[in-house]
């Protein structure tokens, strides 16, 4: 290959699974290019400046089990990456100031849930280690490359069965499902394999060393910028402002893409990053797909989640609240708050029961915020994708709703608030080219390369949609990456 | 007395059972609570001329095999099954009927399809002799059961991906949801559509109640006991092992089976004295859900309400079926309210079967769904009774307007009178939720397959087992089956 615009291999998107799969290429000895649409690279891993140097995560705000495999083999900390906190907790702002805590600490999260109920205390270290074994046997299928599907009978009975059978089977106390069941709140918990989500939880907490849930020092953008710089010392070749407008198809194989500026970029393989949808109906123009499947994927799910960032001159202070602010924070009322609330976004209205999953980061990391200042992240989950008469006119009745909430909750809060931007699904989309990103409990179950591989030749999702349930990881990244340099060499 | 086997519950999935056991030579008795055999067969006189079977007034199928051993046509017994189903919205309407070719009628081959191989899959399960001693199932087949599929799949991704017509699709989503709540748009809730009007399904002619009397007949012709009106109190355990049936009024009855035809809770918690069970076992029972949901008024009308094409009347007439309505319907259901649109189907039983009205009168029954056991605001008072008559009446008005002059009288059957009067829990008729975790190879628990249970010596018929919700009679003949492999008796073939 000689043209300057013919490469061996091509990513589109720079996000963390992006910039990952380039890397790897590249380190495969692939000369990659990575086109990225928006002026700088790190999609939903960003950080944004709300003004007087308070910095706050644009959108994603702790990284769920980032592969600790990425972080060595492409030497994150070297480029740069610290965490401001590993192993964050879990926690659940109640009525009253009470608190449930759990964490990675088995036993410390016992003591913590035997204020709400004795016997559940007694069943959660039962409870944490058949979780584990669960995540353990799906080892092979959810962490390995070649790995075969599980015929077990236990993990057979669980993606059957709802998130809230499944604690009710378990616990009592509401405090304690309520919590829990955060993790598995991309579906409703009365979706059939809902489940599931909570033991792929589990299997994070276990593989990964980093710490499950982890907040990076300087903001989500500080692992971009490391994942950039691992792509630049593999020589990768980054162009931004690069939107791809369609892919280039000759037969039933990929042969490169075309930019929207009109340039032709040659390439044998193509990793796309972004979603399934995007990727195969727009990008490859439903190329190679049955009807029925081209119809399946053309569903987008009506459910979505709208982002809220705050900054605060300081924190909020009433009934020594300030010193609960670590970590994960969840604002649920009760169990059926999930199904209310999911019944209430795929309807297309605004969940009564809004839940809200709130960091504080500069409350770990002083460095995000001037002296004194202080930042909140807030994600608000499920709200609809699409609302009656537009997002834009509904935005301000939203934030209201959301902030008064807080409030309840984190007395105090509303008052510090110096800036505020509301990302509702719409703006994700408009900024971030985010899209709704349910799991599919039938793509959890099936292998990598299933979820990777396309009917194009040459052509694979490398993005969130690719990876068991959609997070920004790195992992589908590494993976599609290692598949496509090994069916290249093989050929 | 000493028997092979007891049975508990004159329904038909007991009285299947037991005319299968005597007819091998088994001495078998069937112990019913109420003064007659039948359970949800029943028909009765609820207002002076007016008759209509109470609880339902359709079954799931009976198999055909089932139908053929107790010969019930000729004793008495003739299904009719519905030549046609209506959906009636205001301004326009669908008709499903039996006949055409069309792709609402493949759909329906396809579920009638997995209903028959989820049948024989069962069959086949029961009919494996764990060699008489007990084990607890400890083999897992690993071979996926009929229609496990349908677990990733909604009810509305079911009928909507295969019918462009979505007034075809909220339609079967109506026959398919008749009478209960469910929000068709979760993963789970495609299990639905194995309803009892989604298939081959059927009205008995003269009302249910008659095909309770062949049942009846053809397990006295098999030398069956039946003893009614009289309640067992707990079954008898010798070494973890089932020895007999004690009954209300003090007596005994020595059993090497027991087949109950109960619902798993009430199996579990009603018959045995708590302490005799390990605990485990109680929490098991104690996580599996039931809830109710159906609700029926019964209407007798001076004379049959005015309708352009009558014919269209002798099936179901499902009022405004949407799915977007279900979903609704469900939220306010699980709060404990009662949903401002209730899903109501509507049927004129004397259209078909004349003689259950006087001359010149007429019998609607409606079917309600997502109507709650419990209130969240107290007890179902004489006004709550009464939202329940009024919204059946405004839904007929939609069909036949001006039927509400033709009303003498209204009887009105909440969930809770279902538990009281047939022993269903929580009113609950179809022995436990319809959902993914709990059908199939899942239901009531996979270890050990039903339908046998962890107690020796006891089988677990009726609505709680895989085949409960989903055939008439299939859960007994199973059970029978069961006993029969387990005692190493040639069974009928």
Not at chain 1, 334 to 353: F, K, Q
Not at chain 2, 222 to 248: F, M, P, Q, T, W
Not at chain 2, 317 to 345: K, M
Not at chain 2, 406 to 415: D, M, S
């Amino acid at each position: 290959m000689t043209s300057a615009n013919s490469y061996d291999a091509l990513v589109i998107g720079g996000g963390v699974n992006g910039l990952a799969a380039a890397a790897y290429l590249a380190r495969g000895g692939k000369h990659t290019l990575l086109v990225e649409a928006r002026e700088t690279p790190g999609g939903l891993c960003d950080t944004t400046d709300l003004g007087h140097g308070h910095l706050v995560p644009s959108v994603a705000h702790a990284l769920y089990a980032l592969d600790p495999r990425v972080t060595s083999e492409l030497r994150l900390t070297g480029h740069g990456l610290k965490f401001a906190l590993r192993n964050a907790t879990i926690a659940l702002l109640q009525d009253g100031g009470g608190q449930l805590v759990l964490s990675h600490d088995i036993r410390a999260g016992a003591r913590s849930i035997a204020a709400c109920s004795k016997a559940d205390a007694e069943a959660w270290p039962r409870y944490s280690n058949e979780l584990f074994t669960l995540g353990r046997s799906m080892r092979a299928l959810w962490w390995d490359l070649g790995g075969k599907s599980v015929r077990n009978r236990l993990v057979d009975q669980i993606a059957r069965t709802g998130t809230g059978a499944w604690l009710d089977s378990w616990f009592e106390s509401d405090a304690l499902k309520t919590l829990v069941a955060f993790d598995a709140s991309a579906l409703s918990p009365l979706e059939a394999g809902s489940a599931l989500l909570l033991v792929w939880r589990a299997a994070q907490e276990m593989c990964g060393l980093q710490g499950a849930v982890a907040f990076p020092a300087g903001g989500p953008a500080a692992l971009s910028m490391a994942l950039v710089k691992a792509c630049e010392t593999a020589a990768v070749e980054l162009r931004m402002n690069a939107r791809v407008a369609e892919l280039a198809i000759d037969g039933n194989r990929v042969t490169g893409v075309r930019l929207h500026s009109g340039d032709v970029v040659m390439a044998p393989l193509v990793l796309s990053s972004l979603s399934r949808r995007t990727t195969l109906l727009e990008l490859a123009g439903g190329a190679g797909l049955g009807l029925g499947e081209r119809h399946k994927i053309a569903d987008a799910s009506p459910v979505a989640a709208a982002k809220i960032v705050l900054a605060l001159d300081k924190l909020p202070d009433a009934d020594g609240i300030a010193g609960k602010l670590n970590g994960r924070l969840i604002l649920a009322d009760r169990p059926e708050s999930y199904v209310l609330a999911h019944a209430d976004a795929r309807a297309g209205r605004i969940p009564d029961d809004l839940v809200m999953e709130v960091t504080f980061p500069t409350v770990t990391d002083r460095a995000l915020a001037p002296q004194g200042g202080h930042a909140a992240s807030v994600v608000v989950r499920p709200v609809p994708r699409e609302i009656a008469g537009g997002w834009e006119a509904s935005r301000a009745v939203f934030a209201a709703k959301a902030l008064s909430r807080l409030n309840g909750r984190i007395p105090g809060l509303v008052k510090h608030v110096v800036a505020i931007d509301v990302l509702t699904p719409d703006v994700l989309s408009s900024r971030y080219g985010a899209e709704p990103d349910t799991p599919a409990v039938s793509r959890m179950l099936s292998d990598w390369p299933a979820r990777m591989r396309t009917a194009i030749d040459g052509l694979y999702l490398c993005g969130a949609d690719a990876d068991v349930a959609p997070a920004a990881s790195g992992r589908s990244g590494r993976i599609a990456a290692l598949l496509a340099i090994s069916a290249t060499g093989s050929r | 007395m000493r028997y092979d086997a007891a049975i508990i519950g004159a329904g038909a999935d007991g009285l299947a059972a037991a005319t299968l056991l005597a007819r091998k030579g088994l001495k078998t008795v069937v112990i019913e609570r109420g003064d007659r055999p039948g359970g949800l067969l029943s028909t009765l006189e609820f207002h002076p001329g007016f008759r209509a079977s109470p609880y339902a007034d359709e079954i799931a199928a009976v198999p055909p095999n089932m139908h053929w051993a107790l010969d019930l046509s000729r004793r008495g017994a003739i299904f009719v099954p519905a030549p046609c189903s209506l959906a009636v919205w205001q301004e326009r309407r669908h008709v499903l009927s039996a006949s055409a070719a069309s792709p609402v009628a493949s759909l329906l081959d396809k579920i009638s399809g997995t209903r028959t191989n989820i049948v024989a899959r069962a069959e086949q399960q029961a009919g494996r002799s764990q060699g008489g001693v007990f084990s607890s199932g400890r083999r897992h087949s690993v071979e996926p059961w009929p229609g496990q599929t349908w677990s990733a799949h909604s009810l509305h991704a079911l009928l909507a991906d295969a019918l462009a017509d979505e007034d075809a699709a909220a339609h079967l989503a109506a026959l398919a949801l008749c009478g209960r709540s469910a929000d068709p748009f979760l993963r789970g809730s495609a299990f639905h559509a194995l309803a009892p009007g989604s298939g081959c399904s059927g009205v008995v002619m003269g009302g249910l109640g008659r095909l309770a009397d062949a049942l009846v007949r053809a397990a006295e012709e098999a030398g069956v006991e039946i003893r009614c009106g009289l309640d067992a109190s707990d079954l008898k355990l010798d070494n973890g092992r089932i020895a007999g049936v004690a009954l209300v009024d003090g007596s005994e009855h020595e059993a090497r089976a027991v087949i109950s035809t109960l619902d798993l809770k009430r199996t579990f918690l009603s018959l045995f004295p708590w302490q005799a069970l390990p605990r485990q076992l109680i929490a098991r029972v104690g996580a599996f859900r039931m809830t109710g949901a159906t609700a029926r008024v019964l209407f007798a009308l001076k004379q049959p309400p005015a309708f352009p094409s009558p014919q269209l009347l002798r099936g179901p007439i499902h009022v405004a079926p949407a799915f977007s309505r279900f979903a609704e319907a469900n939220l306010a259901w699980r709060s404990g309210s009662i949903a401002a649109e209730l899903p109501v189907t509507l049927r004129l039983v004397s259209q078909a079967d004349p003689g259950l009205a006087p001359r010149g009168g007429a019998v609607m029954t409606a079917t309600l769904g997502a109507v709650p056991c419990r209130l969240f605001d107290g007890a179902w008072t004489k006004e709550k009774r009464d939202i329940l008559r009024d919204r059946a009446l405004a839904a007929a008005e939609l069909v036949f307007p001006g039927v509400t002059d033709r009303v003498v009288a209204a009887e009105v059957i909440t969930p809770g009178d279902m538990d009281e009067a047939l022993g269903a829990t929580h009113g609950d008729l179809w022995g436990g939720e319809i959902a993914a975790d709990q059908m199939l190879d899942l239901r009531p628990w996979a270890d050990p397959p039903a339908p046998r249970t962890p107690i020796r010596g006891l089988y677990l018929a009726g609505p709680s087992s895989p085949l409960g919700p989903i055939a008439t009679g299939a859960a007994g003949v199973l059970a029978a089956q069961a006993v029969m492999a387990d005692f190493n008796v040639v069974p009928d073939r």
